[in-house]
């Protein structure tokens, strides 16, 4: 299951979608100057029960090199399976929008981050028909910050290097210029950095003694952590189910199957992501909108 460290790392790019390239050019990897950046849909699933999502895809246009795709990835652990879904994600990518990706993969421990940047090759051992080279960003490449004067030049920046530094030894003074430069920022703006620190940071211990800083520093931040969870983990949920939804109503017009307006109201209101899931793969076969309701 996806978890709210995880996603509060890759949401931090949804919310400020040039981050990127602060960060590399913080860990010395230089990509063309973007002029314009782009959200685009994260749903790489095909008609076949086949589904697979990047965490977060930006179209970055670049004034003098053209546009690109970026393609951004959470990675907690090491896990050879990703090795062909990254792989898969690029070449559909490029299939889809005819345009050049760019995987990056960012890590919290610099072992995964080891591992994470070794070249992927596919092919016999005579010859390699495809290679991928991940950028990636970690513990080990992207610089700590700890002066709060130099965090409150980048909020964006300075969060997203907090969290992935979260396992560092130097985490507490890491936190106190973080948290220092919000409050010295204050507004929504610095409030919402300070969510998603917490929230990021998912160690019970580390968001401990995040709360007690923001408590510490000033009234304006008083820790309400849980709420603030409770509230992000529900939409985040809302949003995978209307996603599950459409997938479901999607595949089913595309079989040519009808949904009358009564099913058609049952899948939409349904927001068990369980149920979903089996709706999900019955809507593969089901030669009605019937066989997916079937006990």
């Not at 995964?112 to 990636?136: K, M």
Request: glycine share 6%.
């Amino acid at each position: 299951m996806v978890s709210s460290p995880h996603e509060a790392m890759h949401q931090i790019f949804r919310e400020d979608p040039r981050l990127f390239a602060r960060a590399l050019l913080k860990a010395g990897i230089t990509l063309p100057e973007p002029a314009e950046v782009q959200l685009l849909d994260t749903d790489l699933t095909e008609i076949r029960p086949l589904e697979r999502r990047v965490d977060t895809l930006l179209r970055v246009d670049a004034a003098d090199s053209g546009s690109y795709l970026l393609a951004i990835e959470m990675q907690g652990r090491r896990d050879p399976d990703k090795l062909n879904s990254w792989t898969y994600y690029l070449a559909h990518l490029y299939a889809k929008y005819e345009l050049p990706p760019v995987l990056l993969v960012v890590c919290q421990d610099k072992t995964t981050a080891s591992w994470a940047a070794e070249p992927i090759r596919i092919g016999p051992s005579t010859h390699t028909s495809i290679a991928v080279f991940p950028l990636v960003l970690g513990p080990d490449n992207l610089p700590a910050i700890i002066d709060p004067d130099e965090a409150a030049q980048d909020l964006g920046l300075s969060v997203f290097s907090a969290l992935t530094h979260a396992k560092d030894p130097a985490l507490p003074a890491i936190l106190d210029a973080l948290a220092t430069a919000l409050v010295d920022t204050g507004g929504e703006i610095a409030k919402d950095w300070a969510e998603f620190t917490e929230i990021g940071l998912g160690d019970p211990r580390t968001r401990a003694l995040w709360r007690n800083l923001m408590a510490t520093y000033t009234s304006r931040f008083p820790g309400s952590g849980t709420l603030i969870e409770e509230s992000i983990n529900k939409g985040l949920a809302e949003g995978e189910s209307r996603g599950r939804t459409n997938d479901i109503l999607r595949l089913l017009t595309l079989r040519g199957i009808d949904v009358p307006e009564a099913a058609h109201e049952r899948i939409t209101g349904c927001t068990d992501l369980e149920t979903l899931g089996v709706w999900f793969d019955r809507s593969v076969t089901a030669v009605d909108v019937e066989e997916l309701f079937a006990p």
